[in-house]
């Protein structure tokens, strides 16, 4: 150690003995500025052994001196070997402070060290701090360490002024993940989608079951962005969520259970297919029910369906024979193809509503399968050449082709019709392919042009490109719902030049609210037909 340099400690020292703080100060900072950087740090190490009044000297020196901390990190090491040595001191040390400066350094020692045990005199700090950077920090200290005394005392800068205060608050909620704070949290929403999503988020990263049930609450939700952030967070979630989103299909609410259903189809998971099949056995009344339970039996995987195929391919919905036969078809078994030929063979049932269903859901399976059953392969043929639209005609082409049946294509070619004059152009935006399929084979039969979508951000990308006359969507998508899509054509078009039908299962009024604010022209429900979207154009579109 050089003479200067312990000179600088020997009046270090003295200051320090003398408990003149601003003494310190300038004898810290001659010490720093000293030339030899080892000669320095063994000073610094020296001084660890002069004071525990230390840690009061070096807080506000190092507050004040950061750059001089990064040229020395012993000087901060020094610092918290004495923090943890006699934390209640640093407690004492932030509760009397007035200078922001200090007090966010004070922050600052208290989260790289996760003191638990200062979090206390964080909460009480809080509420005698008016600097909204220092709250944000203080704030974003709890968030690390994990951990408050009162989640209440952070309950009112979840309603504060500024958005950056809000985000910490439920950041730091979040990491506590409470019932205390995840209720506060579920209290916060519902009115700014941005910070719903963070809170969703909060939910889904905690995942216990209390948050989980939380978001199985926002499948009930009239808010649709709500709704919809929570479905994919619960998507996301997995199998872990299914034991309790399962409890939401024996609710008397029939939106809460279409929601349910399309999350579990999402979820992929074959424990699913059981309450589903269960909740078809109860024969639910609603059409949207039952669609939906086929849709999402559709998308999982099971070796073991033994789906109601009387109920199922007969149903009086012609939406839910389409749904179901997309099911049986995604699993396909011997057993379930001797099942379809008994249905079809049957006077009982409705063959041709059955064939319908087969042909328009483009059930490929099914339909090789009967291939080999010469009447049943006839009606077929029959209504994929003289009904189906020609996108359908070319899935059976390529269908035949694939399975070395090119023998057969000459006899599901339509024959030429004469061009028809241009009629409307329509899109229909809708985030399941089962309902594009539906839109398709309606519109079709209405004889209109029409335009299919399964993203939002693709229709909107058409309407700038290729303007319709009309458009249909569905309210609950992700990323982008209905509402949100109608707001953002509603910047361009008007709804005289452009009218906008929802669609929509759901029955709540304040989505329809929100949906006509936003500039719906109308909104209808599901399941729907050729008729209901014939009546719909009619009421709302005006020819020029």
Known sequence: MSNNVEAILNQLRGVIANGDSEGVGVWLTDLVNEPGKEAVNDAIREL????ANLIMYLTHFIAYNRA????YPLLEDLLFEQIL?????LVEILSSSSDVNEIAYYVHCIEALAMESATLGLETKLAEVSDEGLLIAMLGAINKIGFCHNSQNLADYLYASNRDIIAAAIGALGSIGSHDAVQLLSDRMGTDSELDRLILDQFAGIQDQFCIEKLSETLASHITHVRNYGKAKLAEMGAKAIPVIIENLGS?????????????GDIFDE???????????NHPADANIRFAAYESLGRLPSQKVALALAEGLNDKDDNVRLAASRAINNNY??????????????????SEKIIAAIVESESDNIFLDLLGEEEVRNALFTYIREQAHSDVVKFFNVILAKNDRGDLLSFIQPEQQPEKKAKILIYAIDDSRMVLN?????LHKLGYEFKLFEFPETALKNIEEDKPEFVFTDMNMPLISGIDLTRKIRETHSAEELPIVMVTTQSESDSKDDALAAGVSEVIGKPF???ALKQAIERNYKPT
Do not use: C, E, W
């Not at 660890?48 to 004071?51: H, Q, S």
């Not at 008397?252 to 579990?264: A, F, G, I, R």
């Not at 078994?333 to 409705?350: E, H, I, P, T, Y």
């Not at 539906?438 to 309606?442: C, G, H, L, Q, W």
């Open 252 to 264: 008397d609410d029939p939106d809460l259970v279409v929601h349910t259903l399309n999350v579990l």
């Open 271 to 281: 424990s699913a297919v059981k309450p589903i099949k269960n909740l078809l056995h």
């Open 529 to 531: 037909g050729a008729d």
């Open 333 to 350: 078994s011997r057993m379930l193809g001797v099942g379809v030929k008994n249905l079809l063979r049957s006077a009982v049932f409705d």
């Open 438 to 442: 539906i839109y398709r084979s309606a």
């Open 68 to 71: 001089a901390a990064t040229q």
């Open 85 to 89: 040595a006699s934390p209640d001191m």
């Open 48 to 51: 660890g052994r002069i004071d």
